[in-house]
């Protein structure tokens, strides 16, 4: 009958969008990826004050280590024009990350890290992000903590308490995994529980369970955005080339109005920003 009809159409709507979020599982690591992460801060007298700085962090190519490709990663630091942390930023020069690197296990569902102790000059490799667990299931998450004055990556117990699919900007459907701390309950009762997605990872990146107010800003491989968050992918307007240097940007700065520029660096349009981002 008419009734069965429409109940046969949405279990199988329903069986369609739970499928797609078990289909073909979507790698984090790819050539061309970047993410943006926008970091707050806690000030005692006001609370968190969300976004006083941010990053981009991108994959600059692989290298072999003990036999095994692992991918290298750079960040550009955010440069705000206005008195307060906000659009439109500009992109520091490029840092290239020589102690931390990443790799996937596609069929296992799983992303390692490898981490250089520069004292030793011995590296670590450790489990960063397990797409393939259950709810309910007992992980342990990366963080980073102090330990005889040294700062160090430690892993801590956390229950996957939810999996919900999300939708990204090329119209592939994830996996969201959401965590409870089981060794601290008032870290989620105070920031919420660590998200993970498929694909993108967490804000922590390097450490998934730095939680709190840190946010993604942009996620994408090349010009396909994946996620936009509060400030969207328009909100860088340039960057530093990576052959200048601090000192021979322009100077001097702060500038009465006169500044100057070495005659070595070419370019073909300069715009130059105040404090509140006017041109």
């Not at 006001?46 to 290298?72: C, E, F, H, L, S």
Request: aromatic share 16%.
């Amino acid at each position: 009958n008419v009734m069965n009809k429409y109940l046969m159409i949405f279990v199988g709507a329903l069986f369609v969008s739970f499928s797609a979020m078990g289909q073909d599982y979507k790698p984090m690591l790819e050539e061309g990826k970047s993410w943006d992460v926008y970091y707050s801060a806690y000030d005692g007298e006001i609370g968190i004050v969300p976004y006083r700085a941010a990053n981009r962090t991108y994959i600059v190519g692989d290298t072999i280590i003990d036999g095994m490709k692992w991918y290298k990663f750079a960040s550009r630091s955010m440069i705000s024009h206005a008195e307060v942390f906000y659009p439109p930023f500009s992109l520091s020069q490029e840092y290239v990350n020589e102690g931390s690197f990443m790799r996937e296990d596609v069929g296992a569902q799983k992303v390692f890290g490898l981490f250089k102790d520069f004292e030793t000059n011995e590296f670590q490799e450790l489990l960063l992000y397990d797409f393939n667990v259950n709810v309910g299931d007992t992980v342990d998450l990366l963080t980073h903590d102090y330990i005889n004055s040294k700062e160090v990556l430690v892993a801590y117990p956390y229950q996957c308490t939810a999996i919900v699919g999300l939708l990204l900007g090329d119209g592939e459907v994830v996996k969201s995994f959401e965590y409870e701390s089981l060794t601290d309950p008032g870290v989620t009762e105070w920031f919420g529980p660590v998200v993970i997605i498929e694909g993108i990872g967490a804000t922590g990146f390097w450490n998934p369970t730095n939680i709190g107010y840190d946010s993604f800003g942009c996620v994408k491989v090349g010009e396909t955005i994946l996620m936009s968050g509060e400030y969207g992918c328009n909100s860088i307007i340039s960057s530093i080339p990576d052959y200048l240097t601090e000192k021979n940007i322009l100077y001097p700065n702060p500038s009465n109005g006169i500044v100057q520029f070495p005659a070595s660096i070419q370019f073909d349009k300069l715009d130059i920003y105040n404090t509140i981002g006017q041109v």
